[in-house]
């Protein structure tokens, strides 16, 4: 395809600009170009044309399947796009919220926001939530400060530990860190949940807390939980829980009942709100008794028909401006009150169904990473393909010939060769029947002719790049 510049013609214009309806102002003369800006002299229809054929070749979860595991690249509703359009949600100027005199103007956004975090706070069996975190990272990160201001305000200089076990998100010990905690890692057991033993030996007074995804990024629920959480709480360690993978069990069993003292939620996983380069995010943090003083403030208060801004005495205060990103709470609150209690609970019961039957599909052609039950995704190894000289990156590069976006692959790192499938819940068996023929039809390749997976994609507009190098050097030619 022509790039914008070769579709350049001296003259060819694709607007002309009214009269000045302003009196002309003199331009510093220090500031004018020696030479005219080197853009790009098309039609109106040539831009249209340019961009719309560039949009063709993305992927992306409106156009194609996209299996991410553990990113959950989930289908965003238009109901909730159009929520979030409404002119008083979409018009309302942030800075509005700065001034009690501007207080009235905002009383909608302010109600959408509270029952928003009492509709998280119900879900997940927590008691107060915050939307102010504005990613699932920064969730993460404003938990850890939560936990390191109870144990502040306990007294408890000494626990200067967090456990993480190996199959953690990368983002768990990054923010425990950046929280002034050490890390600890405990591996994993044969069956591919926290080793039990192995977090007893570590478990000491030093420990502030643990911070575990459940179900983990093994696509396995941690079946201990409930006496992991008894445990650490023996010697007042506190446990985090990464709500990554809250859509497997959602409706069905709530952090705060097993043990949870602090969570953040990914509304773009879990409530349809846009993900990555669609977003901004939004990683709302949900706490127990232990930890509600201490949330984020600016927090929002009755005061009699209407709702008023206060900062808590003791909270950890802002993590983002005014209350994060608003808009994405709009998209949340939309899906949730669409669905309500029963629909949420056929979100979890279609992600664990779809993961499930994928499993079941695939599981004489891949070999499965454990032998329990998955729950939301599923994790394959690609090593018995690379008997044949195929690994993983191989197959995901073959899928993209076929219009469909690899699964993550190479996460969880405990997984040799890993291939980690999330259909989703809103996936027909269309899509994931077309999905598992292409797979098995990729293992087929690999036993016969692996040249054609090694050197895969063909029928991209570029073919295997460096990608370490592409990152680095955007311009470079391959």
């Not at 002309?16 to 220090?30: C, H």
């Not at 530990?161 to 923010?175: C, L, M, Q, V």
């Amino acid at each position: 395809m022509e790039l914008i510049y070769e579709k350049s013609r001296k003259g060819r214009r694709g607007i002309r600009f009214d009269a000045l309806d302003v009196p002309e102002a003199a331009f510093p003369e220090e500031f004018r170009r020696k030479d005219d800006a080197a853009l790009p002299e098309v039609s109106e229809f040539d831009v249209v044309r340019h961009y719309t054929n560039l949009s063709r070749r993305n992927f992306g979860v409106d156009s194609h399947f996209y299996p991410l595991g553990s990113c959950t690249m989930k289908y965003n509703p238009k109901m909730a796009e159009a929520v979030a359009g409404n002119e008083g949600f979409a018009h309302l100027h942030p800075h509005l919220s700065s001034s009690a005199a501007y207080w009235p103007n905002c009383q909608g956004a302010f109600q959408l926001m509270h029952d928003l975090e009492r509709l998280l706070a119900e879900i997940a069996g927590m008691q107060e939530v915050s939307l102010q975190p504005i990613a699932g990272a920064h969730g993460e990160l404003t938990g850890t400060l939560l936990m390191a201001a109870y144990h502040r305000a306990k007294g408890n200089t000494h626990k200067d530990t967090i456990i993480i076990p190996d199959s953690a998100h990368g983002t768990n010990p990054a923010s425990a860190a950046i929280a002034g905690y050490k890390v600890l890692e405990v591996p994993s057991d044969r069956d591919g949940t926290i080793h039990l033993d192995a977090f007893q030996e570590v478990l000491t007074d030093k420990v502030a807390g643990l911070m575990l995804t459940c179900p983990n990024t093994h696509g396995l629920f941690e079946s201990d939980v409930r006496k992991i959480a008894d445990l650490a709480h023996e010697v007042d360690a506190l446990l985090y829980y990464d709500g990554a993978n809250l859509n497997a069990i959602m409706g069905r069993c709530r952090p705060g009942d097993l043990g949870f003292d602090v969570m953040h939620f990914n509304l773009h996983k879990t409530f349809a709100t846009p993900h990555g380069m669609g977003g901004p995010g939004s990683g709302p943090v949900g706490v127990g008794e232990r930890l509600a003083p201490y949330l984020p403030g600016p927090r929002l208060k009755k005061a009699g028909d209407s709702l008023e801004i206060h900062m808590p005495a003791k909270s950890i205060g802002r993590m983002a401006a005014f209350f994060g990103n608003f808009m994405m709470a709009v998209r949340a609150y939309a899906y949730i009150r669409q669905l309500g209690s029963e629909g949420l609970t056929e979100v979890s019961n279609h992600a664990v169904l779809n993961a499930n039957y994928i499993h079941a599909r695939l599981k004489e052609a891949y070999q499965p990473a454990f032998s329990k039950r998955f729950m939301h995704e599923c994790v394959f190894t690609a090593t018995p393909q690379t008997k044949h000289g195929v690994r993983a990156l191989d197959l995901a590069k073959a899928l993209l010939d076929y219009d469909l976006h690899a699964p993550t692959v190479y996460f969880p790192t405990t997984v040799k060769e890993s291939m980690m499938i999330e259909p989703t819940e809103t996936e027909s068996k269309e899509t994931l029947d077309r999905f598992c023929d292409v797979m098995l039809d990729l293992a087929k390749q690999a036993e016969k002719d692996s040249a054609a997976l090694t050197e895969a994609p063909r029928r991209m507009p570029v073919g295997r790049l460096d990608e370490v190098r592409a990152a680095k050097e955007l311009n470079c030619a391959f």
